[in-house]
């Protein structure tokens, strides 16, 4: 399947294809030990590093239909990091995940993404299950996913450690 990145708005944020003129905040946010300590194997990424995966975000939509978008203040267009899915081959399932800059956390942004990704995985995408994988130590992320109506299902090894799997069913949501 082959789309664009569609563009999808809450009231303080836009989730937006990524573009080059990201790569210099999005390389800073993926430079950043404490943001990255929960993420993938948790190292960080150097800039070249941080451009390919922005690269991949943006194949991921072309290969799947859906992939990483990057989130951004609405009013003062700054990147706050990004938000969106992400089920390469051989991936446990269709996942939504998140990622902010130090500097944005505390504020309800990735509640804020990550509840309109949800929304949009079940009323735009008609998926019926969402998964969220979670280090067991990332605190925040688990709030944020409670938060969003995500629920613990299970633990599996997911490149060398453990991870949560913190899903949602669009025949359990509310209304």
């Not at 992939?67 to 938000?83: F, I, K, P």
């Not at 942004?109 to 309109?116: F, I, P, T």
């Not at 409670?146 to 509310?174: F, K, N, Q, T």
């Amino acid at each position: 399947m082959t789309t664009a990145a569609r563009t999808l708005e809450t009231p303080r944020l836009k989730l937006r294809p990524f573009t080059d003129a990201d790569a210099a905040a999005y390389a800073a946010m993926c430079a950043d030990p404490e943001v990255m300590r929960h993420i993938g194997t948790g190292v960080v990424q150097t800039a070249a590093e941080a451009w390919r995966a922005m690269a991949m975000f943006l194949g991921h939509w072309q290969l799947r239909g859906f992939g990483m978008w990057a989130l951004e203040h609405r009013t003062s267009g700054v990147l706050l990091g990004r938000v969106g899915f992400h089920h390469p081959p051989d991936w446990p399932d269709f996942e939504l995940g998140w990622l902010l800059a130090r500097e944005h956390w505390g504020h309800g942004y990735a509640r804020e993404a990550a509840a309109a990704a949800l929304r949009h995985a079940f009323e735009s995408m008609g998926r019926e299950r969402v998964i969220s994988l979670i280090r067991p130590g990332n605190a925040r992320s688990i709030a944020v996913a409670e938060a969003i109506g995500e629920r613990l299902a299970g633990r599996l090894e997911l490149l060398g450690s453990e991870a949560l799997v913190y899903e949602a069913r669009a025949d359990a949501r509310p209304g």
